[in-house]
Structures are given as C-alpha cells and as structure tokens.
C-alpha cells in the first residue's frame, strides 16, 4: 500500500478557496521561515509566500506521509465510556491500516479526474513537493460496538491536518496550514455500527478529495 498517496488527502487544504476569496495578508507579521497569514482560509490557520506565484507549478511530487494516533487506554469500551463519561477510544492495528486504506482509495478515485496537474517523481521548476501529516487521530466509536449493536454519535472521530507545499528545486516551504477535522454529518447524529462509521470515514475523504481535486484546478483557471 503507498502511503504517499494519503498525503494528497492534506494536499486539499494547499489551495482551496471558500466563500471569500483568500488573501495573504502581507501587513502581519511572517512567520519564521517567511510566510504571511492567508485570509478567509478554509482551514483554522493557514500560511504562504506573499512572493510566489502558485500558477507555475503544475506537477506534483508526493512527500513523506506521518500518521499519530492519540494515546488512549486498549480497555476502552462502550461500558467504560458510561460509568467514566470518555469519548476516546483505542484504535487497533486492522483499523488503523482500515482507516489509512479508505482515504487513500477515495483520493485515488478522485484525482483520476484532476485536470492541469500531473504526479511526478522528477523535481522541476513546475513542481511543488507536498507533505503532509495527520497528528492526533482520535475515535468516538467504542470498538465493542463496531461488530455489534448501534450507537448515536456527533462524530465518530477526528484528526488534526498539517500539510506544507515545498518548491522542488529549493526546497523551501511556499504553503502551510493546520487544521481539524470532524468526520461528522452535519446537523444530525450518526447511527454508529461497522458499516455507518467506515461511511462517514469515506465521505470525508471523499469530501476532501473533491476540494483537493477543484482547488487544485483552480490555480489555472
């Protein structure tokens, strides 16, 4: 299985816009390595280079992918979850690889689609290297509950988005954002079992994968 595909899925967040149109604000202060704030980004906190142009680039290579799970106890059960008031649960090795698996076939159907960019494993002048991470990844599904009987949830996990867009030649970092995500449906509760918790799993990624998808077409629109 090729992690590397699994970054894209933080890839979305490089260059999506949402209801306004982003802004780099160049009057606040950078960063340490030079980037500016982006305004009306679609994630909490998002950065780049007020210097560069991002129409340039129109391949991609595929960088290191990380994933950290939040330590939480292996005995955590729906029972535990009751008398203690939890809401983390263990993930387990099968459900782990599971989870890794589902959002990298989603990207991968999506991006079959993606017009104006290409993957590539040759560092150029048109191509951005993209790293990414998944930090704290959580579950609210007690895993005695996955095979058996339904529980209604808000969400049944999430997970913090770290991602950096880097200049294949330079190597300096043009982009970051950090942001958290739900896998949720919004304004409702979810009937959680085995199959309703890997669904919602696969309509974030998909979620994500069409903004990745959109966003990056944007740039040569």
């Not at 983390?88 to 104006?116: M, Y």
Request: net charge negative.
């Amino acid at each position: 299985m090729n992690k590397q595909l699994v970054i894209l899925m933080a890839s979305l967040l490089v260059i999506t816009a949402c209801a306004g149109e982003p802004t780099i604000d160049t009057t606040a202060e950078l960063t340490h390595d030079g980037l500016a704030p982006i305004n009306n980004s679609n994630f909490r906190d998002a950065w780049a280079d007020p210097d560069i142009d991002f129409k340039q680039y129109n391949q991609i290579m595929l960088g290191a992918a990380e994933f950290e799970f939040r330590a939480v106890r292996k005995s955590a059960t729906s029972a535990s979850m009751r008398r203690s008031g939890t809401d983390e649960f263990w993930i387990d090795d099968e459900n782990r690889q599971k989870l890794i698996d589902t959002v990298t076939e989603a990207f991968r159907e999506e991006l079959a689609s993606a017009k104006g960019f290409t993957i590539t494993d040759t560092p150029g002048p048109e191509t951005l290297i993209l790293v990414g991470a998944l930090h704290d990844i959580v579950s609210r599904v007690p895993p005695d509950m996955l095979g058996r009987g339904e529980i209604y949830l808000a969400s049944v996990g999430e997970a913090t988005l770290i991602i950096e867009a880097r200049d294949s030649l330079s190597g300096e970092t043009i982009y970051r954002a950090v942001d958290r995500q739900n896998a949720e449906r919004m304004g409702d509760f979810i009937v959680a079992n085995r199959v309703t918790t890997w669904a919602e799993v696969r309509r974030l990624a998909s979620r994500w994968a069409t903004r990745l998808r959109t966003g990056l077409e944007s740039i040569h629109e």
